[in-house]
């Protein structure tokens, strides 16, 4: 069914499925960044929020990461 699929060039449900994950899975990210990131900033007493602005850029850096390295893998199981 797949070999299917791939001939006229629709995506599988599977996949439909799997892309749609990984948005919420990128969400989900970026929040336990930002949670950490808050928890240093109340626990050390910072002003400002530092350390929360730093770990969601980099739970956004991650995730984008992490999304590119998925699709570039699917792209090479599909060929």
Do not use: C
Not at 4 to 24: L, M, R, T, V
Not at 48 to 76: C, D, H
């Amino acid at each position: 069914m797949e070999k299917e699929n791939k001939g006229n060039g629709k995506a599988s449900p599977s996949s439909f499925f799997k892309f749609s994950a990984i948005g919420f899975q990128m969400i989900a990210t970026i929040l336990v960044f930002a949670a950490i990131g808050i928890w240093l900033d109340k626990h050390f007493e910072v002003k400002g929020r530092y350390n929360t602005i730093f770990f969601m850029l980099f739970g956004v850096v991650g995730s984008i990461t992490k999304f590119i390295i998925n699709i570039l893998n699917e792209q090479k199981r599909g060929e």
